[in-house]
């Protein structure tokens, strides 16, 4: 019951972040200041976001081939696709996967 | 300013309370190509989006919870850092404000897209700002960003389109996994996907002194910043990386 309660709160609080900045602009507004630094707003983001994905398996051992694989994706990365870059990365982890059973 | 009486045969003009004409939207084809060509854009953000979402709803009934409780964190929360991070407190038995107070600091990233974005919705009904900042996450911000950068007209309803396009891929995706889990073969390494993607678009999105600063700085904080209690380390990275990316443009252009 509680972990309902908790989603539900949590799921409004969200929607009230989201909105709360929105929700008082009127129509008379000016550009906030933000949107000159609003191109580095995505890459400190995401940045943030897979370094906490990749210290989790780091601190808790659990790393193995993402060691190789990370690298790897932001090689291709550079030059390919999305999408190619990744499916790189996870062909190093499911070869790594493949050597450690063969072994 | 002077008020005409007949309106541009190719223009529809609205005549607000100021007396200025506004240009209201366009003819159906021009939302419907902008909803598709948004719907578009998020195709490729799907391929790494819906593994975290798949495993979203696998960790919901690993947990014992229901494929309806999933699908209840991804409508309301629509973070998977944050959902994810709550059904792991829930899990480990936190209290409801442990696990409340954990996803607002994860998401509290959601104040700097909005921010962002005011100053594009700043004329738009508040309907529009309400559903258009439900919509609003990385990867729907992201393709905002751009869009509104490159061309803003039309951009609205490339917004939603885009926006929606996610918002049904995710939900799915946790329904997904929810009843589909056991379905696939653990060797499948999802979990690796969701790094290898964030990672992947980090590439993709540095493009100057400024964006590498702002991504390495945000990086670099975000793990050192681990410790940081209630989850705060990836807002205190977000604005780190922000600060040393403008820090960088002032000192460079």
Excluded: K
């Excluded at chain 2, 975000?222 to 990386?241: D, E, K, Q, W």
Aim: contains cysteine.
């Amino acid at each position: 019951m509680s972990a309902w309660v908790a989603v539900i709160l949590a799921g409004v609080g969200s929607f009230a972040l989201r909105f709360v900045l929105l929700a008082i602009v009127g129509r008379d507004s000016m550009p906030t200041a933000l949107e000159q630094v609003s191109g580095l707003v995505v890459p400190a983001s995401f940045a943030g976001l897979c370094a906490l994905q990749l210290v989790r398996p780091a601190i808790d051992g659990s790393a193995g081939s993402l060691v190789i694989a990370a690298p790897t994706t932001a090689v291709v990365a550079t030059r390919w696709g999305r999408s190619t870059a990744v499916l790189c990365g996870m062909g190093v982890i499911w070869a790594a996967d493949l050597v450690g059973r063969l072994l | 300013m002077h008020l005409s009486a007949t309106p541009a045969r190719s223009d529809v003009h609205r005549l607000d309370a100021t007396g200025s004409a506004r240009r209201v939207a366009s003819s159906r084809t021009d939302v419907r190509a902008e909803l598709l060509a948004g719907a578009r854009a998020m195709l490729p953000w799907l391929a790494g989006v819906m593994p975290f979402g798949f495993l979203i709803g696998v960790t919901t009934t690993t947990n014992g919870r229901s494929a309806v409780f999933g699908l209840a964190t991804g409508l309301g929360i629509y973070s998977g850092s944050a959902q994810l991070t709550a059904l792991q407190l829930l899990a480990s038995g936190a209290g409801v404000a442990t696990v409340v107070m954990s996803v607002l600091v994860l998401n509290a990233r959601l104040l700097i897209y909005a921010s962002s974005m005011t100053g594009h919705w700043h004329d738009t009904s508040l309907r529009f700002r309400a559903l258009a900042g439900y919509l609003l996450v990385d990867p729907s911000f992201a393709e905002a960003a751009r869009r509104y950068r490159e061309r803003p007209a039309g951009a609205h309803w490339f917004y939603l389109g885009t926006g929606a396009t996610l918002w049904i891929a995710w939900q799915a995706s946790i329904v997904g996994g929810a009843l589909g889990g056991a379905l696939v073969p653990p060797g499948a390494r999802l979990d690796a996907v969701i790094p290898l993607f964030l990672l992947a678009e980090v590439v993709g999105v540095v493009r100057d002194r400024a964006t590498v600063a702002a991504a390495f700085v945000g990086g670099v904080v975000a793990v050192c910043s681990v410790g940081v209690p209630m989850h705060g380390g990836l807002l205190v990275a977000i604005t780190v990386g922000i600060l040393a990316g403008a820090a960088v443009q002032r000192v460079w252009t």
